[in-house]
T-cell receptor, first 113, second 114 residues
């Protein structure tokens, strides 16, 4: 079964530091990939998505992610963390031949002043 | 569009009672998903519909859970009888049904079974 793995359930950074949240997928055919953010007591909101066009995808709030087929990765980055970025981040995969959207276990990002 | 609308936002019920969660997807979307979120198990896909038809219900935990989509603008998730281990946040999401499109999530229903 196709899935995503998020390395690190918790990541802590200082305000202004680089944010790197890791996501690896398992699929023999490159799937569609998504990053979502969840703020406390809210639903999930799309940050960005990869749909086989450009491998470097830019999203909202200054986030971007790069699709690397050779590494089966889709890591999320932001050059400079903001306090408001503190939230839980989910990587998700939609396998090539299905409408299912399968989520990773999530990474909680903490930002310290 | 108001987005995906779920009701109620919070539900507290006693063990053994029937619970019904409701979802109104975004107009024009033809795929609908029910997810459950807990600390222990994360975000689990319970069931999804395409054009009102259940396509994959392999994530439904057991027979106490059932979901319906009688028309394109309404879906329910029912738990009967409810148990304390069903306490979780239940999310409904909808999408346009094309593979490259994202799913839009509702605000969730926080269910507490005491």
């Amino acid at each position: 079964a196709q899935s995503v793995t998020q390395l690190g359930s918790h990541v802590s950074v200082s305000e202004g530091a680089l944010v790197l949240l890791r996501c690896n997928y398992s699929s023999s055919v490159p799937p569609y990939l998504f990053w979502y953010v969840q703020y406390p007591n809210q639903g999930l909101q799309l940050l960005l998505k990869y749909t086989s066009a450009a491998t470097l995808v830019k999203g909202i709030n200054g986030f971007e992610a790069e699709f690397k087929k050779s590494e089966t990765s889709f890591h999320l980055t932001k050059p400079s963390a903001h306090m408001s970025d503190a939230a839980e981040y989910f990587c998700a995969v939609r396998p090539y031949n299905t409408d299912k959207l399968i989520f990773g276990t999530g990474t909680r990002l903490q930002v310290f002043p | 569009d108001a987005g995906v609308i779920q009701s109620p936002r919070h539900e507290v019920t006693e063990m053994g009672q029937e619970v019904t969660l409701r979802c109104k997807p975004i107009s024009g979307h033809n795929s609908l998903f029910w997810y459950r979120q807990t600390m222990m198990r994360g975000l689990e896909l319970l069931i999804y519909f395409n054009n009102n038809v259940p396509i994959d219900d392999s994530g439904m935990p057991e027979d106490r859970f059932s979901a319906k989509m009688p028309n394109a603008s309404f879906s329910t998730l029912k738990i009967q009888p409810s148990e304390p281990r069903d306490s979780a946040v239940y999310f409904c999401a909808s999408s346009a049904g094309l593979q490259q499109t994202e799913a839009f999530f509702g605000q969730g229903t926080r269910l507490t079974v005491v």
